[in-house]
């Protein structure tokens, strides 16, 4: 079908060490995008990728989309605790925007 | 701005019981769309409405209905309350489907008894 599928589900880590979500699709995709939402909030967007090979940073947060454009990664050096919440990608399509299950990220300070 | 505006905030309801829940946007987005949000599962798309005037289903549906009333508002209609649709419900919109990001309200969380 059109799922995304991410891993791991959950992630515990100390603050200081770092962090990767992957995002794995059967099918290419034309786009992907990112979002987190922190624990009772909405998601927020984070980042759309739509070039084969793409890499965009955001501080401490490098997102990289595939040279195939079948999965995607969400990379968070030295975690902090403020980076605390769910990361979601979220597959682009004409019409729909379908949400993998996304990754819980816990710190520990 | 407001940015996406949900009501009501908190909803308890008994099983058969209907009621609508209501969006609204105010930043001139042609896209809106619901999501449901369960422990586990992510966020799973109802309905979603491209542009005004239409409407298309997502990936759960069944037991819902939908009414893009004008550009600025999607409403979400459970006719008949079960147990199963106890969840948090976000309302999103996007100036464009499928490549535009979403921009959320700030959710609905129901409870059917």
């Known amino acids: 079908g059109q799922q995304v599928m991410q891993i791991p589900q959950y992630q515990h880590v100390q603050e200081g060490e770092d962090f990767t979500t992957y995002c794995n699709s059967s099918?290419?995709?034309?786009?992907i995008q990112w979002y987190k939402q922190r624990p009772g909030g909405h998601p927020v967007f984070l980042i759309q990728?739509?070039?084969?090979?793409e890499v965009k940073k955001q501080k401490r947060l490098t997102f990289q989309f595939g040279e195939a454009k079948k999965n995607s990664s969400l990379h968070i050096t030295a975690t902090q605790t403020t980076d605390v919440g769910t990361y979601f990608c979220?597959?682009?399509?004409?019409?729909?925007?379908?949400f993998g299950q996304g990754t819980t990220l816990q710190v520990k300070p | 701005n407001a940015g996406v505006t949900q009501t009501p905030k908190f909803q308890v309801l008994k099983t058969g019981q209907s009621m609508t829940l209501q969006c609204a946007q105010d930043?001139?987005?042609?896209?809106m769309y619901w999501y449901r949000q369960d422990p586990g599962m992510g966020l799973r798309l109802i309905y979603y409405?491209?542009?005004?005037?239409?409407?298309d289903k997502g990936e759960v549906p069944n037991g819902y209905n939908v009414s893009r009333l004008n550009k600025r508002e999607f409403s979400l209609r459970l006719e008949s309350a079960a147990p199963s649709q106890t969840s948090v419900y976000f309302c999103?919109?996007?100036?464009?489907?499928?490549?535009?990001?979403?921009?959320f309200g700030n959710g609905t969380r129901l409870t059917v008894t």
């Open positions: 099918t290419t995709l034309s786009n």
């Open positions: 979220v597959r682009g399509n004409t019409g729909k925007l379908i």
């Open positions: 999103a919109s996007s100036e464009a489907t499928g490549f535009s990001p979403l921009h």
């Open positions: 409405s491209a542009s005004e005037g239409t409407t």
């Open positions: 930043m001139n987005h042609n896209s």
């Open positions: 990728l739509v070039k084969s090979g």
